[in-house]
C-alpha cells in the first residue's frame, strides 16, 4: 500500500514534494525494519541472484539443467534451462 501511494505521487507532476516525503519515509522504515530484524537483513543481503551466463558458467554441466518458479495470485510461472539450450518460459 505505501508503495501504490509512492508510484501515485511519483506520477503525479505537480506533487513533487509529496513524492519526496513518502520516499524518505519509506526509506526510514526500511532503516528501522533492517535495523530490528538485522539477522534477517544481514540473510537477504548474503543472497546474490547469479546472471544468466554465471549461472550456466558455474552450476550448470551436460548432466543438470536449471529449473525455477514463481507462483502469483491466478498462475504459476515456470523457467528452465541448461547449457546448450535457451530458457524456456511457461
Known sequence: MFKEQLYEAEQKEDNRSEYLRLKKDLEDIIASLEK????????????KVPNLATLRKELL???????????G??????????????????
Open 36 to 47: 530490528e530484524y538485522s539477522a534477517h537483513y544481514q540473510y537477504n543481503s548474503l543472497r
Open 61 to 71: 554441466n551436460d548432466s543438470i539443467a536449471f529449473l525455477g518458479y514463481f507462483v
Open 73 to 90: 495470485d491466478s498462475i504459476i510461472y515456470s523457467l528452465q534451462f541448461t547449457q546448450e539450450t535457451h530458457f524456456k518460459c511457461k
